[in-house]
């Protein structure tokens, strides 16, 4: 059962950081309207990087591998200058930077830079359910101690709206992890003067005492919905509570199908929560979520 909801700051997200992941890819460009776009609205700086890692030349002789690293160099050298005149108005610096993996660069990154928010594009993966969101976007928001703005690859041609968000849509099961992304639906509803939907999936387990049960479950819920935004929160309009039936997961993509959502907001766990807990916005639900949503999604890690 989903834990008692507590009080839910709403005082305006600060964002000064932004660290923006690149590999250089269609991906990686589809994510930077967004990065521009809330640096401008919250007066913030961008931060490039990018991580050349040492796999792909393991094989590679030592002449070979002179020459691939100097090919390397250079193609970084011209993508970043293209980046830099990308930028063009907006405070940012670009790294490139080697290490021995982009987790680890990134921690470093994250210190260096003070960063309130990470932005990075996902590759659309091919075989393995598993590998559809790439183990590298899902090690760095299963890890981030700031905020990930995932722009997925299902996300729609055209969806960025030059990175303003319309309807933001935070899906919750009241649980602490979840409730530690509120703030930031609120804010990035405020700031963007978005449409903010709020809702919950009611699991089997809540409904396990059949009318009486679910009648409870629905009435709780409807409440802790209505208690995520507090009276006096300025908004461009009154937040929606929504609430649904069947796998959260599913629900939540259909929701935010339904409702046109442009960016999606859930609290996940870190790594080293586990599976089976009580809380259906666990690994598999994000992963989920994140794979397949049509529009960005941003996670904010919890704290177990």
């Known amino acids: 059962m989903a834990t008692a909801l507590g009080p839910i700051e709403t005082t305006r997200v600060a964002i000064r950081n ?16 967004f990065a521009a776009s809330i640096a401008r609205g919250y007066g913030a700086a961008i931060h490039g990087l990018h991580v050349l890692l040492p796999e792909a030349m393991s094989y590679a002789t030592p ?24 930028l063009a108005g907006i405070a940012h610096d670009v790294s490139i930077v080697r290490d021995v993996s982009v987790w680890h660069a990134v921690e470093e990154a994250l210190r260096s830079c003070s960063a309130d928010m990470i932005v990075l594009g996902t590759h659309g993966r091919t075989g393995a359910q598993k590998l559809l969101l790439g183990s590298i976007a899902e090690d760095i928001f299963r890890r981030s101690p700031v905020p990930v703005l995932t722009i997925g690859p299902s996300t729609r041609t055209g969806v960025h709206n030059a990175g303003h968000f319309h309807c933001v849509l935070y899906a919750t099961d009241f649980s602490p992890q979840s409730l530690a992304a509120a703030p930031f639906a609120v804010s990035l509803a405020q700031e963007n003067r978005a ?21 409870s479950a629905v009435d709780s819920a409807t ?31 259909q929701v935010a199908r339904e409702n046109h959502a442009d960016l999606i907001v859930l609290g996940v766990r870190d790594l080293g929560g586990h599976t089976g807990a009580a809380t259906h916005l666990g690994r598999a639900v994000a992963h989920q979520v994140v794979a397949h949503a049509v529009c960005p999604v941003l996670t904010v890690r919890g704290q177990e």
């Open 63 to 86: 002449e070979t591998l002179a020459l691939a690293m100097d090919a390397q160099d250079e193609y970084a050298r011209i993508e970043k200058q293209r980046l830099e005149s990308q």
């Open 195 to 215: 449409r903010l939907v709020l809702f919950h999936a009611i699991t089997e387990s809540e409904r396990e005492h059949g009318a009486a049960g679910a009648a």
């Open 18 to 33: 932004i660290l923006y992941l690149t590999d250089f890819s269609a991906p990686s460009e589809a994510a930077l309207p």
């Open 223 to 253: 409440h802790k919905l209505e208690s995520i935004v507090p009276q006096g929160t300025e908004l461009s309009s009154k937040p929606v509570t929504m609430l649904g039936y069947g796998e959260p997961a599913h629900r939540i993509l």
